[in-house]
């Protein structure tokens, strides 16, 4: 499935990101570090600067994280999946596959078609 048909079925969660951004002032997008404080992999450095494993990541939403592409000819990629709670798990969105809790690394073919794109799933 394309990015465009998964940007078209995004349209409620859009609508209820923007409605909690509306109500809390929380970022419809995120570094990782504001949904995953205690995340020691993405916090700051000692000297302010973004720690690598997770530079270019980001949330969109609580449910999505994303890792664009931004090399030309690009063919892998590598993102961090924070730990998630009990019971959840990061699923790779364009083939399914599921990492578990995550607080690993993985590194993703990137054709043109994809990009590091997950999504948290209860169990």
Same mark, same amino acid.
């Given at each position: 499935?394309?990015?465009?048909? @998964?940007? +078209?079925?995004?349209?409620?969660?859009?609508?209820?990101?923007? /409605?909690?951004?509306? /109500?809390?002032? *929380?970022?419809?997008? /995120?570094?990782? @570090?504001? !949904?995953? $404080?205690?995340?020691?992999?993405? *916090?700051?450095?000692?000297? &302010?600067?973004?720690?690598?494993?997770?530079?270019?990541?980001?949330?969109?939403? $609580?449910?999505?994280? *994303?890792?664009?592409?931004?090399? %030309?000819?690009?063919?892998?990629?590598? #993102? @961090? !999946? $924070?730990?998630?709670?009990?019971? +959840?798990?990061? #699923? %790779?969105?364009?083939?399914?596959?599921? %990492? &578990?809790?995550?607080?690993?690394?993985?590194? !993703?073919?990137?054709?043109?078609?994809?990009?590091?794109?997950? %999504?948290?799933?209860? *169990?």
């Amino acid at each position: 499935m394309s990015a465009i048909k @998964w940007r +078209e079925q995004q349209r409620n969660y859009v609508m209820d990101i923007q /409605a909690t951004w509306s /109500a809390t002032n *929380a970022p419809m997008i /995120a570094p990782l @570090w504001l !949904l995953f $404080p205690g995340e020691s992999a993405c *916090a700051f450095t000692s000297d &302010g600067q973004d720690n690598v494993a997770c530079s270019g990541s980001f949330m969109f939403g $609580p449910d999505w994280l *994303a890792k664009p592409v931004t090399q %030309y000819s690009q063919t892998s990629s590598w #993102v @961090w !999946l $924070p730990t998630l709670p009990s019971g +959840e798990s990061w #699923v %790779y969105w364009f083939d399914k596959t599921n %990492y &578990g809790r995550g607080g690993v690394n993985v590194t !993703l073919s990137t054709p043109i078609s994809t990009f590091p794109l997950f %999504y948290r799933q209860s *169990a």
